[in-house]
Each structure stands twice: as C-alpha cells, then as structure tokens.
C-alpha cells in the first residue's frame, strides 16, 4: 500500500541553525500537509499546500518557516532560525483531494539543543 | 479557536470488555477522521465520516457520527490485547477547507 515517506526519522540541530525536513508524499496526492506535536501535547496543523502554493496556515506558521515542492516528488518543510520551542515530531500528509482523508507519514523528530 | 474534545484521555480494561471513546465539539464538522497511533509512528487512518447519523463498522470497532455532525463515538466490542493504542480523533470543521483539529487522544491499555 503507498505511504507518506519522511526523513531523517531524527534530526538533532543547535539553536539558531537552518532545518530541512522531507516529506515524499503519495505519488497521486495533490494536497500536502505538516503537522507537528510536541511532547505530550496535541497534533497542530502547521500548513497546507497545494499547486505550488499554501492554501492555509496556523498561527504556529510563522516568518520562520516555509515550505516547497522543489520537484515532482519531494514536499519540504524548512525552519530558517530554530528555537528551543521549534522541538517536536513533525508529521507530513498527503490527501489526493480537499475532502479526502489525510494520510501521515511516521514523522521527524526534532530536536533543538 | 474551535476545539475538539475526547475523552477518556486514558482507559485499561480486560480482554473481552466493550468500551467507548467520545469526540465532542461545540462547531459543525464537515468530516471526522479516527485514528490510531503507534509509539514512533505516525497516525494511521481508520475510518473517516461525513454524514450526520452515519455508523461505519470495521470488523469490531463501531464508529458514528452524530446527527448534528458536532460529535463521534468509537466503540470497541469485546476487545483484544492487539487493540491497545492510541486512538485520535481529527475533524475538518466546516468552513476550514483541510485543516484537521485533533483531539488529545484516547490511550487504551487492554489487559489479558
């Protein structure tokens, strides 16, 4: 069965430094999504995408984050300046259309020391 | 802030009990998704319902949805050790195109 891909399965990253998570999606998935929870707290939506653009983002989605589809698999999800707070599982999702249910990949850890 | 409820956040029981999770809402959804999560890994689709009063069943796991599409239920029937986990509910409420508000999650330990 296709699944939703992420890597690294842990990144560690000082504070203050570039981070790069990947996501390969569902190849025939049009809607892509991030998710992040951090330790012991609720799943957040971060933001969705779609035809190479963001269709919507939380609060959470700050000047700091960003998100690309560099090619026709890969789906990107980058922190410019990490914080302590930036520490959480981040989970990517596909969806091949708006109103159809999400799957998730196993996640990132991500750890800011 | 439209929030999503569930509870009990955690429950153990015995091999061969029943038991129910609820998924509450003050707002409409426009769909609600279950799902169950495994320590390192991610939220894996079970169910997903659309329709108010809709009842889905997935072998001995009942899902319904209230009629106002506000509120769901999961009910396990005689469950197994193989059923503990975490269970998630996730709802798209109306008016928010693809955005899933989780809930806190329903961790049940079922003992031999």
């Known amino acids: 069965e296709p699944e939703v891909t992420q890597t690294p399965s842990h990144q560690v990253t000082q504070m203050g430094q570039e981070v790069i998570l990947r996501c390969v999606p569902i190849?025939?998935?049009?809607?892509f999504y991030w998710y992040r929870q951090i330790l012991g707290q609720k799943v957040e939506f971060l933001v969705s995408f779609y035809n190479n653009e963001i269709s919507e983002k939380s609060e959470i989605f700050d000047d700091q984050f960003s998100v690309e589809r560099p090619d026709g698999s890969n789906f990107t999800l980058k922190i410019r300046s990490t914080k302590l707070e930036d520490s959480a599982m981040y989970f990517c999702?596909?969806?091949?259309?708006?109103?159809?249910?999400?799957?998730f990949g196993d996640g990132t850890r991500l750890s800011i020391l | 802030t439209q929030l999503l409820e569930q509870s009990p956040q955690f429950l153990s029981i015995q091999e061969g009990e029943n038991l129910t999770v609820y998924c509450n809402s003050s707002?409409?959804?426009?769909?609600l998704q279950w799902y169950r999560q495994e320590p390192g890994e991610g939220p894996v689709l079970l169910v997903t319902v659309v329709t108010g009063g809709e009842v889905k069943k997935l072998k001995r796991l009942t899902f319904q949805f209230g009629d106002a599409r506000k509120d769901s239920s999961l009910h396990i029937t005689a469950a197994q050790t193989g059923d503990t986990g975490l269970y998630l509910c996730?709802?798209?409420?109306?008016?928010?195109?693809?955005?899933?508000?989780f809930g806190s999650g329903t961790q049940l330990t079922v003992l031999p």
């Open positions: 707002s409409v959804f426009s769909s």
């Open positions: 190849s025939n998935h049009l809607y």
């Open positions: 999702a596909s969806s091949p259309q708006t109103n159809q249910p999400q799957h």
């Open positions: 996730a709802g798209v409420f109306s008016g928010s195109a693809r955005q899933l508000t």
